[in-house]
């Protein structure tokens, strides 16, 4: 049984953040999923629900894989340190770490991504570069989700969906993938590089 850590912040993107958890939950024997924010408070997404963590920063809980969507208020989060600790934290001890659309803004901001190849909603791209602050990404406009050793980052928004069932095949092999997304009757793309919703420099 692995624990995903899931985290979430005013105005995270409900489909970066549940549409990826969807895939994992179809195996739930194999997966625990942990609702992480950094208060015991709810926290409301960018389309208006809320959701109430199930652990907050503080509890210091080690997670198997990661999860950190976008959505517009990741312009807030990469400001915060404490968010960006706890990423930097919580990466440390992770099997697995995913971000969703601009998700991987705030990946890039905790220096996690320094040396590696990721991408991100293609319509945020050029800001998610500006404001990683770092140039030492490889940042690739082309590409519905790009793994590069433990982490993995996805293009915009339902891309984070094909890249959950990536994750699913590593860890539990391409039959677990591939029965996820019959059981959610999901059409997937397990194409990394088609990427239909790329654009040009």
Avoid at 24 to 32: E, G, L, N, S
Avoid at 69 to 87: D, F, H, Q, S, Y
Avoid at 132 to 158: I, L
Wanted: net charge negative; charged share 25%; hydrophobic share 45%.
């Amino acid at each position: 049984m692995r624990t995903i850590g899931a985290v979430i912040f005013e105005g995270f993107e409900m489909l970066d953040y549940f549409g990826p958890l969807e895939m994992f939950a179809m195996h739930r024997d194999q997966f625990k999923i942990v609702a992480v924010g950094e208060a015991a408070k709810p926290v409301t997404s960018s389309g208006g629900p809320a959701v109430m963590p199930d652990a907050t920063f503080a509890d210091g809980v080690r997670y198997d894989v990661l999860l950190v969507p976008g959505g517009k208020g990741v312009r807030a989060e990469v400001e915060n340190t404490a968010m960006l600790e706890w990423l930097r934290a919580a990466s440390a001890g992770a099997e697995v770490v995913t971000s969703v659309c601009t998700g991987s803004a705030l990946l890039a901001r905790a220096g996690l991504l320094d040396g590696r190849g990721a991408t991100t909603n293609k319509l945020a791209f050029d800001w998610v570069r500006e404001v990683s602050q770092t140039d030492a990404v490889d940042w690739r406009r082309s590409a519905r989700w790009v793994k590069d050793g433990k982490f993995y980052t996805s293009s915009g928004v339902s891309a984070g969906t094909d890249m959950s069932l990536q994750v699913i095949a590593d860890l539990l092999g391409e039959e677990a993938a591939q029965a996820a997304a019959f059981w959610a009757e999901y059409e997937a793309n397990r194409d990394a590089d088609n990427d239909p919703f790329a654009l040009e420099e």
